[in-house]
């Protein structure tokens, strides 16, 4: 079901949660400032008009906050009759909360409960930069909530509360900050263990069929270096499938906070040596589209085989806010992962730039550019028109599930020009 709006309508700034660890200012933090964003617009479903109406604020009280996407479709051709198909599945009314959070992710304590993004357990090893609402039409309640007491803790998360579908938790402890020790640098090893589970994936794509997939690593991390200017890590871990492979990884980060304004940047590098029947970071970005097509035959046909993990965040000047990653495995083709960050919301004068784009399947520059259904992509440009309204401009492109319920899957592409409104306060 394919949507083009045009009209006055909403400006929804998405926030992004990643961290390679304390000690790095995440360029991609939920907002501390609360913002109202709204409008009134048109939407044509399936060649029907529709006049909407949206609300969208994010409120931010303290270390707490609460976002909202909150819309209204009224049938142009039925007596302005109110459209409730968005809202008749899954969580219904409340899948107009976006989120509602206490603190950020990393803070010794942390919670959020809503649309989950760029979710990461431990190293990442499992999972990586996951989100429960890649299909923009079907978008869940989940929850995260992290805890860290100082000798130990636990990070935890869940992709629809109240169900059965994934979720996972990685506690960990730091041994040597029960007892005094000769060398303090000892306190800061981490022991961690991660266990993930989803009970409801789809067995077979081509019947009404699941069963559950789940998962457990053991690992641990050293900050060796914890200077102003550079900080550095070196960690391990060993990761298996229940009923199917096993793999393991090494790996290393580099940050550097700040250099004089100019940048703030944090790198990591990761060699994988991947047993048969594993796949690296399954539970990651495009992982709900996975669930729902033919997994088990992925893990079956994986190969032996070492890889590569390289990952770069940052920004320049405090104006260009960037994270991009690349993994691959080595001697298999199609195997590549592509996962990129953009943000320039004042580097041009009035003009706000944002793009996030995600593709599996890569196997030369060629397949990177190319959008299929393997591919989850939104790029926004924003023209100030004055204090309170901007003209905006969003493209995306995901993925959907036809609507006679074949359990086929298509990607869908959208295109939003519209006039909206802002105020911060």
């Known amino acids: 079901m394919e949507r083009i709006r045009l009209g006055i309508g909403l400006l929804w700034l998405v926030s992004l949660s990643f961290c390679f660890g304390q000690g790095f200012q995440d360029p991609f933090q939920f907002p501390e400032q609360s913002t109202m964003a709204g409008g009134l617009g048109m939407t044509w479903i399936d060649g029907q008009p529709h006049t909407t109406f ?6 931010a009280f303290g270390k707490f906050g609460m976002g909202i996407y909150l819309q209204f479709l009224l049938d142009n051709n039925n007596q302005w009759k109110l459209r409730e198909d968005e809202y008749d599945d899954g969580p219904k009314i409340l899948r107009a909360i976006r989120y509602i959070r206490y603190g950020q992710k990393y803070d010794p304590y942390y919670m959020r409960v809503g649309m989950i993004e760029r979710a990461t357990l431990a190293s990442g090893y499992l999972v990586w930069n996951y989100s429960n609402s890649s299909s923009y039409d079907q978008r869940k309640i989940g929850l995260e909530a992290d805890l860290d007491f100082g000798r130990f803790g636990f990070e935890s998360l869940w992709s629809s509360v109240g169900t059965s579908n994934l979720r996972g938790a990685n506690l960990y402890v730091r041994p040597f900050r029960f007892f005094e020790t000769a060398v303090p640098l000892l306190q800061r090893i981490k022991i961690n263990t991660t266990f993930v589970r989803d009970s409801k994936v789809n067995a077979d794509p081509t019947r ?17 270096l914890d200077a102003k200017l550079l900080k550095s890590s070196l960690y391990a871990d060993y990761a298996k499938f229940n009923d199917f492979g096993s793999g393991k990884v090494v790996g290393v980060n580099l940050i550097f906070p700040e250099f004089v304004g100019l940048f703030g940047l944090a790198a990591r590098y990761e060699r994988r040596f991947n047993g048969a029947q594993f796949i690296p970071n399954l539970f990651g970005p495009l992982y709900e589209l996975d669930r729902n097509l033919n997994i088990f035959a992925k893990l079956r046909a994986a190969e032996k085989t070492e ?52 593709k599996a399947g890569i196997g030369s520059f060629k397949d990177a550019r190319t959008l299929d259904i393997n591919s989850v992509l939104t790029a926004e440009i924003s023209y100030q028109l004055n204090r309170f309204l901007l003209f905006t401009t969003i493209y995306r492109w995901y993925w959907v599930e036809d609507p006679e319920g074949s359990g086929i899957y298509k990607p869908l592409e959208r295109v939003e020009p519209r006039i909206s409104f802002r105020y911060n306060f």
């Open 54 to 59: 949206t609300l969208a604020p994010d409120f």
């Open 208 to 224: 009404d069929s699941t069963t559950s997939l789940s998962a457990y690593s053991i690992g641990a991390d050293f900050r060796w």
């Open 307 to 358: 890889g590569y993990f390289g990952e770069l965040t940052g920004h320049v000047i405090k104006r260009i806010l960037l994270t991009g990653s690349y993994q691959r495995l080595n001697g298999i083709e199609q195997s590549g992962i592509l996962h990129l960050e953009a943000s320039a919301p004042n580097l041009v004068p009035k003009f706000e730039l944002r793009g996030y784009y995600d």
